[in-house]
């Protein structure tokens, strides 16, 4: 993995495949200038405590509505991603198509999950660009603690952030209780773009708030011609 030729796009991401079939096609977009937003969720064991009563899935209802509400419904395609012992990967949808389903189980394949959500991004984009377009986009990774299980390394996952960034793609990062909060900092993602949350209902729900909030405004910015970029994503 150190010699020249080695690249992040040489990592095998089970189910990939499966995300791009359900990804919209480019040429029905109704933007020349799409904003991209995936939501990357920690499903391990220790998540479950949001499995209960459905607190998840009504605070992902939220996020969805949230963005349908707003005049950037139409400039803006979501993904969801989760990640437990293995990861699994939605393309990209419009926001009525937005997947709110959530279970747990599992350990936490977190670096597997930002490879994921990396190369998703990346090859979406560069077909928006093959077909004139000017995308941008952001990551936005919730998660309650480390990495345990993953294939890739905490220096693969740390590269790709590296790579979105460099890309002009936001890489924002939810920390959900003690264990958490050193993560973000360990991966590269900037202080700005880290918020810490308790691990409880009452966090959850203002996390997912604040994820809906930060991700309509810098699709505003974007389609504004005022550029996207690594940097405040949270400033709304």
Not at 2 to 14: P, S
Not at 27 to 42: K, W
Not at 100 to 127: F, W
Request: proline residues 2%; aromatic residues 8%.
């Amino acid at each position: 993995m150190k010699n020249d030729d080695y690249n992040l796009d040489t990592i095998e991401i089970d189910g990939y495949e499966d995300a791009l079939n359900q990804n919209v096609d480019v040429e029905e977009l109704d933007t020349a200038t799409p904003y991209l937003c995936v939501v990357d969720i920690d499903k391990s064991d220790s998540m479950d405590e949001y499995e209960y009563n459905g607190v998840m899935s009504d605070c992902l209802k939220n996020f969805q509505s949230a963005i349908l509400g707003s005049k950037q419904a139409d400039e803006m395609l979501t993904a969801k991603i989760t990640f437990g012992s293995s990861v699994d990967i939605g393309g990209f949808v419009k926001p009525e198509d937005f997947d709110c389903s959530y279970t747990t189980s599992g350990m936490t394949a977190l670096n597997d999950s930002i490879i994921a959500g990396r190369k998703l991004i990346v090859d979406y984009m560069d077909q928006i660009r093959d077909n004139g377009g000017t995308p941008r986009g952001c990551l936005v990774i919730l998660s309650d603690g480390w990495n345990n299980c993953s294939k890739a390394s905490d220096a693969d996952a740390r590269r790709a952030i590296e790579d979105l960034r460099k890309r002009e793609v936001a890489v924002a990062f939810i920390a959900f209780g003690e264990d958490a909060k050193g993560i973000a900092q360990s991966l590269g993602v900037k202080p700005e773009n880290v918020k810490d949350y308790s691990k409880d209902e009452h966090g959850l729900r203002e996390a997912l708030n604040m994820v809906s909030k930060s991700a309509i405004s810098a699709s505003k910015r974007a389609s504004a011609g005022l550029g996207g970029g690594d940097t405040g994503f949270f400033d709304v």
